[in-house]
């Protein structure tokens, strides 16, 4: 069922100049790129978009984290995408993702770890409509 998902290439990856290299993973995964922006994120907006994680010890770190450089923001579409997406991410913590992943090849760290992408279809269209009005997807 062609399903849509919300993505995030994280500061550690646009600091070292990888965007292309992931997006050409998520692209050979069957993912379409179907709106996509790079913007810097205020305190705020990461703030909004972590709130499910404001109990974390972990927190304070992500949103510093978050905002201290460019993010891509992206709506990706494909069959089952957000199981999809997930899958070629790899694991959370890149030392126990799968080889081949983006997180395995590419991530920095548990904290910095290249990518974001929805852990449901509820929680995709939160997402996306947080950070993306209608008009600027465009499948
Ligand atoms: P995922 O991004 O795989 O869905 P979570 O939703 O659990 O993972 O966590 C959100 C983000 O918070 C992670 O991608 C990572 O950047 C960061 N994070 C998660 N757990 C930790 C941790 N124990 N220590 C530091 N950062 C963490
Ligand atoms: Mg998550």
């Known amino acids: 069922m062609t399903e849509r998902t919300f993505s995030i290439i994280k500061p550690d990856a ?10 050409t993973k998520l692209e050979d995964a069957g993912l379409r790129v179907v709106a996509q922006k790079r913007v ?14 404001k109990e ?3 927190f304070n770190d992500l949103v510093a984290f978050m905002t201290s450089g460019p993010v891509v923001l992206q709506v990706l579409e494909g069959d089952t995408a ?26 920095e760290s548990l904290e910095a770890n290249s990518v974001h992408g929805s852990d449901s ?15 600027e997807i465009v499948g």
Do not use: L
Not at 44 to 50: C, I, L, N, P, V
Not at 82 to 107: H, K, L
């Open 82 to 107: 957000v199981a999809r997406n997930r899958e070629i991410m790899g694991a959370t913590n890149p030392a126990e993702a799968a080889a081949g992943t983006i997180r395995a090849e590419y991530a």
């Open 14 to 23: 646009t600091r070292r100049n990888i965007t292309g290299k992931i997006i």
């Open 40 to 53: 810097r994120w205020s305190k705020a907006d990461a703030e909004a978009f972590y709130a499910v994680h």
């Open 56 to 58: 974390r010890p972990f």
């Open 121 to 135: 279809p509820e929680n995709a269209a939160i997402e996306i409509s947080q950070c993306f009005s209608d008009a």
